[in-house]
């Protein structure tokens, strides 16, 4: 196991270092290495999930921010040579390094950026099979939410339409360092097939967050920024509270909503 003091972490970045190997095995393992021979791994550090990764995968990229892991990883991974990509996974253009191709992601995720990170992937949907990664725990719950939970809600609706998501386990603090103040989620998406739905996609979004956005209110009071005709507002479905709602029932909304003229 590396040792995990060389890089000190930084609380701007919000960065943890994973020191449990086991765990990083295990979510290592929660990739299907079939499904693509891309692998992009999302902050690093120092590496206890890459060296798994380059064991696994047929390719291995990782992005990392921080210079100092940087200069780690070059140090201590030869054999990514050319494949560190030392930027901003939000802000950076990954097809200037994947060109269209497809890949998969993976990574302990800085906590102040995981949602962030989930919204990009799914702007990327397109060429991104497979995600599997560590979030705080509530966050990760919120994504695998289903109708009925006070937790359900945008993210696991825009997610759920597109990706199956399961959640896998449960990570301590105590296998980081520094240990966060709470708990860790391991989860995994695997994009459906297919993944285009049966609606404006764009519209989709919209309505998901217009109606989440005043989340108590019934979605005929919560939509009326769409000028509803009277006829759809008639719709049962308008009765309801966004988290009542499926994410087959929100993609049946949004074909309504285009189609009410």
Same mark, same amino acid.
């Given at each position: ?158 997610? !759920? ?6 959640? @896998? %386990?449960? /990570?301590?603090?105590?296998? $980081? #360092?520094?240990?966060? *103040? ?13 993944? !285009? ?6 519209? @989709? %979004?919209? /309505?998901?967050?217009?109606? $989440? #956005?005043?989340?108590? *209110? ?44």
């Amino acid at each position: 196991m590396k040792n995990n003091q060389q890089v000190k972490a930084k609380k701007h970045l919000g960065q943890h270092f994973l020191t449990d190997t086991n765990i990083a095995q295990k979510i290592a393992d929660s990739l299907d290495y079939n499904a693509t021979e891309k692998i992009l791994e999302i902050g690093p550090g120092m590496g206890v999930l890459t060296q798994f990764l380059l064991e696994r995968a047929k390719e291995t990229y990782v992005i990392e921010i921080d210079p100092e892991s940087v200069d780690y990883l070059k140090t201590h991974f030869t054999s990514l040579a050319n494949h560190i990509i030392p930027e901003d996974f939000l802000k950076f253009d990954l097809n200037r390094v994947f060109n269209g191709a497809s890949f998969s992601i993976i990574g302990n995720f800085p906590y102040n950026i995981s949602t962030q990170i989930v919204f990009k992937t799914l702007e990327m949907r397109a060429q991104i099979p497979q995600f599997a990664g560590m979030f705080q725990k509530e966050v990760a719950l919120r994504i695998c939410a289903k109708e009925g939970s006070k937790v359900y809600g945008i993210l696991s609706v825009l997610t !759920q339409a597109f990706y199956k998501a399961e959640y @896998l %386990f449960t /990570v301590p603090p105590s296998v $980081f #360092n520094p240990p966060p *103040k709470v708990d860790s989620g391991v989860l995994r998406l695997t994009r459906k097939t297919p993944y !285009q739905l049966e609606c404006d996609e764009a519209l @989709l %979004f919209k /309505v998901v967050k217009t109606a $989440f #956005n005043q989340r108590r *209110k019934t979605l005929r009071n919560s939509l009326k920024s769409f000028n509803l005709s009277d006829n759809l507002k008639a719709n049962t479905i308008f009765d309801q509270r966004p988290e009542q709602l499926s994410v087959s029932q929100f993609i049946n909304l949004t074909q309504l909503l285009s189609n009410d003229t």
